[in-house]
């Protein structure tokens, strides 16, 4: 069974930084599409980024302040967050979706979650 564990969400003042990792356990996701999504209380799960072989996707409200990159060897994913936003408050989830045609976007797609970290900005 494929385990996902995030880290490295925190309590950031705007215009500050976070690196999340999301760590990979149960089988080796290489092949697989690695995604970042985020939830606010009253709101729906939202795409963020992914990225796999053939490249990387960026929500339009983070695109050029978050990379998103993976480490296969270590079966790792990661999400640099730079210039931080109070709107970017939300728990941050890390998704696996097995190799298709799928979009990237829905999380309904994806087919492993991790637990989710909470990630503050706010002065």
């Known amino acids: 069974q494929v385990q996902l564990v995030e880290s490295g969400g925190g309590l950031v003042q705007p215009g500050g930084s976070l690196r999340l990792s999301c760590a990979a356990s149960g089988r080796t996701l290489g092949s697989y599409v690695m995604g970042w999504f985020r939830q606010s209380p009253g709101k729906e799960r939202e795409f963020v980024a992914a990225?796999?072989?053939?490249?990387?996707l960026y929500a339009d409200s983070v695109k050029g302040r978050f990379t998103i990159s993976r480490d296969n060897a270590k079966n790792t994913q990661y999400l640099q967050m730079n210039s931080l936003k109070p709107e970017d408050t939300a728990v941050y989830y890390c998704?696996?979706?097995?190799?298709?045609?799928?979009?990237?976007?829905?999380?309904?797609?994806?087919?492993?979650w991790g637990q989710g970290t909470q990630v503050t900005v706010s002065s």
């Open positions: 998704a696996a979706q097995r190799p298709s045609l799928a979009s990237w976007r829905f999380p309904d797609l994806y087919d492993y």
């Open positions: 990225v796999s072989w053939s490249g990387s």
